[in-house]
């Protein structure tokens, strides 16, 4: 028991700790959420010095855009509701709190009262950004080149990654330490070595699709040898092959974790080296794809340098076409429009890691624990 | 595993390393030597206008990019040796600078290539103990708290690592542009108006203060896991010692945490040694650059839309070389450990 109290820090340590977790916490998540909140407000509020403007947005309330009291009170309740879910009140509770806001927003509706909107907010500026400037365009890009890194990057890696966690030989200890080596590479050394060769594919390619035999086999997929500068199959596989040293990495310290004696049996009882991994170690691997998948997805959704350069205007990804806003920030709405682009681009970053916490802090120390 | 079944599973992965990173290296370095231009041809051009005696004629001589008979330009391709590195270094300007009428190293910074290197290294160097530094403490701390809101705070101390660095810079950046709400308040603290973005050291603050913010929650995560495997006995014992927290932490926890300190010293380096983003998010062009954004630049269409691809080259071999004389002592050490556990 004295142990116990050993261990049990004093009070100034605590008030300390708490005091400078709280200030971490505001630090984390202040640009964040400021950002957030600028984004729904017109400029005159958002662009303001005096927070409590930005904050409840009077001038964008004036504007009759907004919430009114009575959509607040509802508001309140559902939130209320959703908040006693998991306590002891359960669902009676959330069901009183939320018929409780529905009751007095339409008691308000009903008698007239506070509906004039109190608090401000307005969609004006995502309408602007996705509907008027075609963002959609630029999300369905990024979709496609993130969904094909994840999917390729998993399948090349996971392959590579079992291969390695089950060789102890000179060779796969080679490759390992190459690929630290390539992990540690600017990505616009390597961009710097694609670029001529993409834009020029055109006429470097030009004699395969002359070749005998080869020529007519690849006039099958196009009558002219592509252009690969502006090809997001051509981006989906830079990206894999960037990502691959860390990929193979990260799947290599998950199938260490998966004991040898499951393919041994599996080898037992007649299989090959690729049907085993295929029974029998699919199966249990999954955890550590999801992780790894996550990460791939990352690097693809946030790469600005790459993109940017190898793909045109008609192919580019959200990142990038942000700097679109940036580049014509003179008015104070085409300021709010970037803010609110830079919005939705976080977005499902957030929804990311509030689905996917445990996996992304495995993933960053699974490297590191075992080194 | 026979070595054959071992290269028929690393085989997509070694294609892929080869084709679109090992060759492009090769490619680079000798894309760095040739210099690809359009060729001009010099051309007298007679322009006559008439006038009240007679027509008055002028002659001029133009150049003009030669066409071919398709109509496109003519390019050519021309050994050009270390021409382009010689454009970076500036060899005769940095002596010039440190002769008796140069000003040494100011003249030395003024020069892109040595204020884009200054600039990566401070960066670099600078961020990496701060890093650490508050990556041990919120790990130290969030150990401490009720298991219960741990969860909570660790999906909040992990957003500015997972969002997109350019939009994490632009959030920063927005705080303070014009009369952002950051800016009112530090004018309110110090009653001075200070404009972050006029001035070269105050953006650079700006992103050194990004990085860490961003950078701070992977030493996080992988500080607090270290510490879960911390051995209960060892720090009672220590406790029986007398030992104070504070000897505690400096002769227990941290010789602990020093193969996690020094992983995520490594890959701090990398990362912060590529450091690009932040130059977009904030704009920094104008007052700082670094070296990767050095080479983005050389590699982005001019006005007229032609790349400085031979330049690019020599910026980005320029790159590499800083990487190889930074960090493969580091990986040295990594493979050597890791062949002493093999």
């Known amino acids: ?371 | 595993m026979k070595t054959r079944t071992f290269l028929g599973f690393v085989a997509p992965s070694l294609v892929l390393m080869t084709v679109f990173i090992a060759l492009p290296l090769l490619l680079v370095a000798v894309g760095s030597l040739y210099s690809t231009n359009p060729v001009y041809e010099t051309i007298e051009e007679q322009s006559c206008t008439p006038g009240f005696t007679g027509q008055t004629c002028t002659t001029e001589q133009r150049s003009r990019a030669k066409l071919d008979a398709a109509g496109q330009p003519i390019v050519e391709t021309r050994y050009v040796g270390a021409a382009a590195y010689t454009g970076l270094l500036q060899p005769a300007e940095v002596a010039r600078a440190f002769s008796d009428a140069g000003r040494g190293i100011s003249d030395l910074l003024s020069l892109d290539f040595y204020a884009a290197l200054r600039f990566t290294l401070t960066f670099a160097l600078i961020t990496l103990p701060l890093v650490i530094g508050l990556g041990l403490a919120v790990a130290l701390a969030v150990n401490t708290v009720l298991k219960s809101i741990r969860g909570p705070l660790i999906f909040a101390t992990l957003l500015p690592f997972i969002i997109t660095p350019v939009i994490g810079a632009l959030s920063i950046r927005w705080l303070f542009i014009g009369d952002g709400i950051l800016t009112a308040a530090l004018r309110a603290l110090f009653h001075t108006r200070i404009a972050m973005f006029a001035q070269g050291w105050t953006i650079e603050l700006l992103m050194l203060s990004y990085r860490v913010w961003h950078t701070t929650p992977f030493a996080f995560v992988v500080f607090y896991a270290g510490l879960q495997t911390l051995d209960r006995d060892t720090i009672e014992s220590a406790i029986v010692d007398g030992a104070s927290r504070l000897e505690r932490l400096r002769a227990v926890i941290i010789p602990h945490l020093m193969p996690l300190i020094v992983f995520v010293a490594l890959i701090h380096l990398m990362d912060s040694y590529r450091v690009f983003e932040e130059v977009i998010g904030f704009s920094s062009q104008a007052y700082r650059i670094s070296l990767q954004f050095l080479t983005f630049n050389f590699l982005t269409p001019d006005q007229t839309g032609n790349r400085a691809i031979t330049r690019a080259s020599a910026s980005a071999m320029l790159t590499l070389a800083g990487i190889v004389v930074l960090l493969v002592p580091l990986i040295l050490r990594t493979w050597r450990s890791q062949r002493r556990r093999a």
């Open chain 1, 1 to 371: 028991m004295s142990d116990a109290r050993a261990l049990r820090p004093p009070l100034w340590l605590n008030l300390a700790v708490a005091g400078f977790l709280a200030i971490w916490v505001t630090a984390a998540l202040f640009p964040l959420l400021w950002t957030a909140v600028m984004s729904f407000r017109l400029p005159i509020d958002a662009l303001s010095s005096d927070p409590l403007t930005v904050l409840l947005g009077p001038a964008t309330a004036a504007a009759g855009k907004g919430l009114t009291r009575a959509d607040l009170g509802l508001a309140t309740g559902l939130i209320a509701g959703l908040l006693l879910l998991p306590t002891r009140l359960g669902r009676t509770g959330a069901a009183v709190a939320a018929l409780l806001g529905l009751g007095s927003w339409l008691a308000c509706g009903l008698l007239d009262i506070g509906t004039a909107p109190a608090l401000g907010l307005t969609l004006q500026h995502y309408r602007a950004v996705w509907i008027d400037h075609a963002f959609y365009r630029n999300f369905e890009n990024s979709l496609i080149i993130t969904a094909g890194v994840v999917t390729v990057s998993l399948t090349v890696g996971t392959l590579a990654g079992y291969g390695l966690a089950r060789t102890a030989g000179r060779l796969g200890f080679a490759i390992l330490t190459l690929a630290l080596v390539f992990r540690a590479l600017p990505h616009s050394v390597l961009v710097t070595g694609y670029l001529p060769v993409f834009l020029g594919s055109r006429d470097l390619l030009a004699p395969l699709w002359q070749a005998p035999g080869l020529g007519p086999f690849l006039h099958l997929f196009s009558a002219a040898p592509p252009t690969l500068y502006g090809q997001p199959l051509a981006i989906i596989i830079v990206l894999v092959s960037i990502n691959q040293p860390f990929t193979i990495w990260m799947m290599r310290s998950f199938f260490d974790n998966i004991p040898t004696e499951l393919d041994e049996a599996a080898r037992v009882d007649g299989c090959s080296h690729f049907e085993a991994f295929w029974r029998v170690i699919m199966p249990v691997m999954w955890p550590g794809v999801v992780t790894t998948g996550l990460f791939s997805f990352l690097l693809a959704y946030n790469d600005y340098l790459v993109t940017s350069l190898l793909l045109d205007a008609q192919s580019q990804t959200m990142v990038p076409a942000i700097t679109q806003f940036l580049n014509r920030d003179t008015s104070s709405t085409d300021q709010i429009e970037a803010i609110a682009a830079a919005v939705s681009i976080t977005a499902p970053l957030f929804l990311l890691v509030m689905v996917f916490q445990r996996q992304i802090v495995s993933g960053l120390t699974a490297g590191a624990v075992k080194g």
